[in-house]
């Protein structure tokens, strides 16, 4: 499968299309075929390792010390269930979904190995697959701040 691939930190130009290994679902697993991803301010942080000088440390050793130590970036994705590992209940091959992969990344990716308990749902199927990817990271800002809001009868602002 192709790849987009972060070999060391830097400038977007360290990005390299490169053919991978495919991932096999685990029992708990499935496996999705990706057809929309976003790119996001956190994945650009993260290729050019920008970040405020104390976490340096931290985060070396966290996400690698020369280059990612996942090199497959992308956290936003949607596309289409392509197989499911033999423990997988909620989804079914063909399915059409959205997911979030966190810090496991991956989604700049023609497929993606994530458990079933993950953070994915199933696609609205009045949205596309792009408008889909975005609503992750997009739709947890938002409710944060609906949230954090005082709304109350009568009030205006």
Known sequence: MKAI?????????VLQLKEVERPTPKDNE?????????????????RKF????WL??????GFGFRGPRRKILGQELAG????????VKLFRPGDQVFA???LRLGAYAEYNCMAETGLI????????FEEAAAV??????????????????GRRS
Request: glycine share 8%; with cysteine; net charge positive.
């Open 100 to 102: 979030f992969t966190g």
């Open 5 to 13: 691939v972060c070999t060391k930190y830097g400038p977007p130009d």
């Open 121 to 128: 749902a199933t696609k609205p199927a009045n949205m596309t």
């Open 56 to 61: 340096w440390p931290l985060a070396r050793i």
């Open 30 to 46: 499935v496996l999705i075929r990706v057809l929309a991803a976003t790119v996001t301010a956190g994945d650009c942080e993260l």
């Open 80 to 87: 289409e269930i392509e197989s499911v590992g033999t423990a």
């Open 50 to 53: 920008k970040m405020p000088i």
């Open 136 to 153: 992750p990271v997009g739709g947890l800002h938002a409710l944060h701040l609906l949230r954090k809001a005082t709304f109350r009868a």
